[in-house]
């Protein structure tokens, strides 16, 4: 070997360990907020809102993460056959809209997400401006996301205008008293 390829292999090991440290270096762990920062992240990159932290939705999503490592299970609904947000309706959010995304066996926070949004349907819960709330839960392997819209007076006064809006135009007469 001369001089020149000796230099080469010095200049490839130094590139390979520092571009290895980079991508340790943004590598982060798998935490509720890891999780929570990279959504709204790829949310406002996509032209959408943050969402909010919710402690119901949090709660409910560490009881389900919980529930599948206990229980043996991977599956949105439960191994007794109940819908995912059984877990969200036990910690009284009352929602309009909720989504669910589930990750096993990914050692990064950016992993886990990665694989979410190349996935389609799990993209859309990232990505679906019907949702303010999120909640995460980990537990062992696996990361539990809960994406909601709570349902509150605002959304019962914005329905029932809605409804008697239609009404008036269902009910206004087509002539006009003289």
Same mark, same amino acid.
Not at 13 to 26: D, E, H, K, L
Not at 108 to 118: C, F, I, K, Y
Not at 142 to 147: F, P, Q, R, W
């Given at each position: 070997?001369?001089?020149?390829?000796?230099?080469?292999?010095?200049?490839?090991?130094?590139?390979?360990?520092?571009?290895?440290?980079?991508?340790?270096?943004?590598?982060?762990?798998?935490?509720?907020?890891?999780?929570?920062?990279?959504?709204?992240?790829?949310?406002?990159?996509?032209?959408?809102?943050?969402? !909010? *932290?919710?402690?119901?939705?949090?709660?409910?999503?560490?009881?389900? @993460? &919980?529930?599948?490592?206990?229980?043996? $299970?991977?599956?949105?609904?439960?191994?007794?056959?109940?819908?995912?947000?059984?877990?969200?309706?036990?910690?009284?959010?009352?929602?309009?809209?909720?989504?669910?995304?589930?990750?096993?066996?990914?050692?990064?926070?950016?992993?886990?997400?990665?694989?979410?949004?190349?996935?389609?349907?799990?993209?859309? !819960? *990232?990505?679906?401006?019907?949702?303010?709330?999120?909640?995460?839960? @980990? &537990?062992?392997?696996?990361?539990?996301? $809960?994406?909601?819209?709570?349902?509150?007076?605002?959304?019962?006064?914005?329905?029932?205008?809605?409804?008697?809006?239609?009404?008036?135009?269902?009910?206004?007469?087509?002539?006009?008293?003289?």
């Amino acid at each position: 070997m001369n001089q020149k390829q000796i230099i080469k292999i010095q200049i490839a090991i130094i590139f390979i360990t520092v571009f290895s440290f980079v991508q340790i270096a943004q590598a982060s762990p798998i935490t509720s907020q890891n999780i929570v920062d990279l959504t709204n992240k790829t949310r406002i990159q996509n032209g959408f809102n943050e969402l !909010n *932290i919710s402690s119901e939705l949090s709660k409910a999503a560490q009881d389900k @993460a &919980y529930d599948m490592v206990e229980k043996n $299970y991977w599956s949105h609904q439960t191994i007794e056959g109940h819908p995912f947000w059984i877990f969200v309706d036990r910690k009284n959010y009352q929602w309009n809209h909720l989504g669910e995304n589930i990750a096993a066996d990914f050692n990064t926070a950016e992993g886990a997400m990665n694989g979410w949004l190349n996935s389609p349907s799990h993209q859309k !819960n *990232i990505l679906n401006s019907d949702y303010q709330d999120i909640g995460v839960g @980990a &537990y062992n392997n696996i990361v539990v996301a $809960y994406y909601g819209n709570q349902e509150n007076s605002v959304n019962y006064i914005n329905k029932i205008t809605e409804i008697f809006s239609q009404w008036r135009v269902h009910l206004s007469l087509p002539f006009a008293y003289q």
